[in-house]
């Protein structure tokens, strides 16, 4: 089955009790037994719930992988990878990461002992000269949030390997429909479903994808004992979102290519990231690991704060909000706003300026959204 026929239908056959075609509501806790430890495969819903079930399913296919978990949010998806790990161990991460997983690394895991070394992520080196004997897992984002700097998969999961770690790749911004990162030799990958994946801006979710069965084992257990697992009402928003992934991003990549030309001639932008431009930095290699390039880019333009804060908010079409990914267009000021957890003195070693405007490009027409970019542009 191709991936646009797996969204639709891997683990949403029709509802065995009822026939209904659309996966049901799941919306209980528990489970009634038939006598004491006898169920139909489900006793409480922290533990497993269908509606849950099929999400799974369904999220592993897209993955390729044999094994899927659905969590509350991207960031619990982050912290159950963390418990993987114990007092004194070590991760290797790219400095490219949402400010939400440098603040939980930094703010919340190295206060449980966990230790992490953040490398410069352009080459697989950094990722193996930082190893040490207790390196566990090395973690990274490709195309990474806000600087689309796109990291060599398969070459660092080979150190990795080498090395006996696993890595980990956080797929969310490529989505599973333009990137593969278990294909890559990547041994886990991580989504916050909050994005592509439910796609409308209405459920907060994350997920895990691994062909690996011992971690399987081990994330499966860790779900059911921290708890952090979606309710089923996300769960079918989430499904019914990523019904359409494969249609929504081919619209959101061809809306972003034609918005990244426009902005890499404009006057006023002194600076477009964007993988798909034959200018940036790695686009030979976006090419080779990548099917498509998504909807997400920046810009840099030529003005101080108060120009880039003008710009920001002249915009009409285009919200000025956190998040990404939905069907409507969003723009963020990543200094302020998602990397803000970041120190600045850290975000001008990575190169967040001030300066830099993120865009979620949707799937509006093309043409009112170039509209909307000058007329906010011609404001200064
Ligand atoms: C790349 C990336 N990973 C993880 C997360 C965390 O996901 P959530 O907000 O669903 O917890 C985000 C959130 O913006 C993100 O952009």
Known sequence: ????????????????????????????????????????????????????????????????????????????????????????????????????????????????????????????DAFVNAMTPKTKLVWLESPTNPLLTVIDIESIAKAAKEKGCLTIVDNTFASPYFQQPLALGADIVLHSTTKYIG????????????????????????????????????????????????IRMEQHAKNAQAIAEHLSKHPKVSKVFYPGLASHPQHALAKKQMSGFSGMMSFEIKGDVAQTKKVMESFKLFSLAESLGGVESLLCYPALMTHAAIPASERDKIGISDGLIRLSVGIEDVDDLIKDVDQALATI
């Not at 797996?6 to 509802?15: C, E, L, M, P, S």
């Not at 099929?54 to 999220?59: I, R, V």
């Not at 044999?66 to 004194?88: E, F, N, P, W």
């Not at 697992?229 to 019914?240: Q, W």
């Open 1 to 124: 089955m191709k991936f646009a026929t797996k969204a639709i239908h891997v683990g949403q056959g029709a509802d065995p009790a009822t026939g209904a075609t659309i996966v049901p509501v799941y919306q209980t806790s528990t489970f009634t037994q038939d006598a004491v430890g006898v169920t139909k495969g489900y006793d409480y819903s922290r533990a497993g719930n269908p509606t849950r079930t099929a999400l799974e399913d369904c999220l592993a296919s897209l993955e390729n992988a044999q094994h899927g978990l659905a969590y509350a949010s991207g960031c619990a998806a982050t912290a159950a990878i963390c418990h993987l790990m114990k007092a004194g161990d070590h991760m290797v991460v790219s400095s490219e990461v949402y400010g939400g997983t440098y603040r939980l690394f930094k703010m919340v895991m190295e206060d449980l002992g966990l230790n992490f070394t953040f490398v410069n992520p352009t080459g697989p």
């Open 199 to 246: 796609g409308h801006s209405d459920v907060i979710g994350g997920c895990v994808m691994t062909n690996n069965n011992d971690v399987y084992e081990k994330l499966k257990f860790i779900q059911k004992a921290v708890g952090a697992v979606p309710g089923p009402m996300d769960c079918y928003l989430t499904l019914r979102g990523l019904k359409t992934l494969a």
